[in-house]
């Protein structure tokens, strides 16, 4: 089992930037592709962005291509989620997710992640 824990969440401007971090440890991280979710009140939890164990691979939702880039450092056990351009609609508690199987191709499926960290806020004001 990996355990994760987000940061970088906070208040922020429309137009603004943040960076998400997420620090994992136990399992094989090196090895498992890596996810982004977030969930609006009221919403289910939605795919963001995803990215292969290599990092050589990566997959955004539609909504956020273009402005969000994901990343990771194997070296620190570490993913990022870095935001630009952010609107109120990207308002949301940003979730870290390791895939279950540490082989596994790259998914956008909730189903296939089999830890998640505590969430982290984001909030961007009009």
């Known amino acids: 089992q990996v355990q994760l824990v987000e940061s970088g969440g906070g208040l922020v401007q429309a137009g603004g930037s943040l960076r998400l971090s997420c620090a994992a440890s136990?399992?094989?991280?090196?090895?498992?592709?890596m996810g982004w979710f977030r969930q609006a009140p009221g919403k289910e939890r939605d795919f963001v962005a995803v990215?292969?164990?290599?990092?050589?691979?990566?997959s955004y939702a539609d909504s956020v291509k273009g402005r969000f880039t994901i990343s990771r450092d194997n070296a620190k056990n570490t993913v990022y989620l870095q935001m630009n351009s952010l609107t109120p609609e990207d308002t949301a508690v940003y979730y870290c997710?390791?895939?279950?199987?540490?082989?596994?191709?790259?998914?956008?499926?909730?189903?296939?992640?089999?830890?998640w960290g505590q969430g982290t806020q984001v909030t961007v004001s009009s």
């Open positions: 997710a390791a895939h279950a199987s540490p082989f596994a191709v790259v998914s956008t499926r909730r189903a296939d992640f089999g830890s």
């Open positions: 136990g399992g094989t991280f090196s090895r498992r592709p």
């Open positions: 990215i292969s164990g290599s990092g050589g691979s990566t």
